[in-house]
């Protein structure tokens, strides 16, 4: 399914030139990293939230989170398209959470699948998170590294104007700088939340994600309905703004960092 229906005016702008599949060069005499100027820039952070679709009641909790959070759903769950017909009647952003090797299941991509499989396998997971607006990597850490199998979804998901998320499972991914090559509208991220799902490791990387920021002026943020991060979000997320914090939706994420890559993942916007 196509579902350009389904995206919002920004992704349709950026999808439509605003974006070029190289980042522009510095001007003589700029910063060769635009984000070294980030203390005179608002700082942004988005937020997204993995691995949904199995349980109502967590589901729920982030339903209810008050600002742009991203649902990113596992279309092989229970909940998978119920909860994405949910998220979209209240607004929130659909990501589908595509599996990729070593995670299995029928919708998973694993290394030496002919293409017509994975077109396929990506076709049935659409089907099951409908409204989904982009994609980002359910682990991954092998099929993010296999630069044949990343070319062809992003060209894929620029033909259905889908962005993409590198969910940086691997250091080894060449996810963000394929997509980046295609001028796919994309980001790669910056700060899981819940390696160690504790509300004290939690609280410290929600920190952590709040001083990059501050920082490189934006942030891109992943965690997983676990309780400890469910109960971080719901106490911390509405004293972001008080903080200086503007949390943003993905795809206004997208256009404010125009396909650059941050400090930790490339040089001068260009990715590894």
């Given at each position: 399914m196509t579902g350009v229906r389904f995206l919002a005016p920004l992704l349709l702008a950026l999808l439509s030139g605003a974006l070029a599949a190289q980042p522009a060069a510095p001007a003589a005499g700029e910063p060769t990293d635009r984000h070294a100027q980030a203390s005179t820039a608002p700082a942004r952070l988005t937020l997204i939230i993995d691995d949904l679709g199995q349980t109502p009641s967590r589901d729920r909790r982030v339903l209810a989170l008050p600002g742009p959070v991203a649902l990113a759903i596992l279309p092989d769950t229970p909940h998978a398209t119920q909860l994405a017909e949910e998220a979209h009647r209240n607004g929130k952003t659909v990501m589908l959470h595509l599996p990729?090797?070593?995670?299995?299941?029928?919708?998973?991509?694993?290394?030496?699948?002919?293409?017509?499989?994975?077109?396929?396998?990506?076709?049935?997971?659409?089907?099951?998170?409908?409204?989904?607006?982009?994609?980002?990597?359910?682990?991954?850490?092998?099929?993010?590294?296999?630069?044949?199998?990343?070319?062809?979804?992003?060209?894929?998901?620029?033909?259905?104007?889908?962005?993409?998320?590198?969910?940086?499972?691997?250091?080894?991914?060449?996810?963000?700088?394929?997509?980046?090559?295609?001028?796919?509208?994309?980001?790669?991220?910056?700060?899981?939340?819940?390696?160690?799902?504790?509300?004290?490791?939690?609280?410290?990387?929600?920190?952590?994600?709040?001083?990059l920021a501050r920082k490189q002026g934006s942030v891109v943020v992943i965690g997983h309905p676990y309780p400890a991060t469910l109960d971080v979000l719901e106490r911390e997320l509405p004293r972001l703004a008080a903080r200086g914090i503007d949390w943003i939706g993905v795809e206004q994420m997208i256009a404010v960092r125009g396909n650059r890559a941050m400090a930790a993942h490339g040089k001068g916007g260009i990715y590894r």
């Amino acid at each position: 399914m196509t579902g350009v229906r389904f995206l919002a005016p920004l992704l349709l702008a950026l999808l439509s030139g605003a974006l070029a599949a190289q980042p522009a060069a510095p001007a003589a005499g700029e910063p060769t990293d635009r984000h070294a100027q980030a203390s005179t820039a608002p700082a942004r952070l988005t937020l997204i939230i993995d691995d949904l679709g199995q349980t109502p009641s967590r589901d729920r909790r982030v339903l209810a989170l008050p600002g742009p959070v991203a649902l990113a759903i596992l279309p092989d769950t229970p909940h998978a398209t119920q909860l994405a017909e949910e998220a979209h009647r209240n607004g929130k952003t659909v990501m589908l959470h595509l599996p990729m090797d070593p995670a299995g299941g029928r919708y998973a991509w694993h290394p030496g699948l002919p293409v017509d499989e994975l077109e396929k396998r990506l076709d049935a997971a659409f089907d099951a998170v409908p409204h989904a607006h982009g994609v980002n990597n359910h682990m991954g850490s092998r099929m993010t590294a296999d630069a044949t199998a990343m070319s062809w979804l992003m060209g894929e998901l620029q033909r259905r104007h889908r962005f993409f998320i590198d969910s940086r499972t691997s250091t080894a991914t060449v996810a963000g700088a394929t997509a980046q090559r295609v001028g796919l509208a994309s980001l790669s991220r910056d700060v899981f939340l819940d390696n160690e799902p504790t509300a004290e490791a939690v609280a410290e990387q929600l920190e952590r994600a709040v001083e990059l920021a501050r920082k490189q002026g934006s942030v891109v943020v992943i965690g997983h309905p676990y309780p400890a991060t469910l109960d971080v979000l719901e106490r911390e997320l509405p004293r972001l703004a008080a903080r200086g914090i503007d949390w943003i939706g993905v795809e206004q994420m997208i256009a404010v960092r125009g396909n650059r890559a941050m400090a930790a993942h490339g040089k001068g916007g260009i990715y590894r």
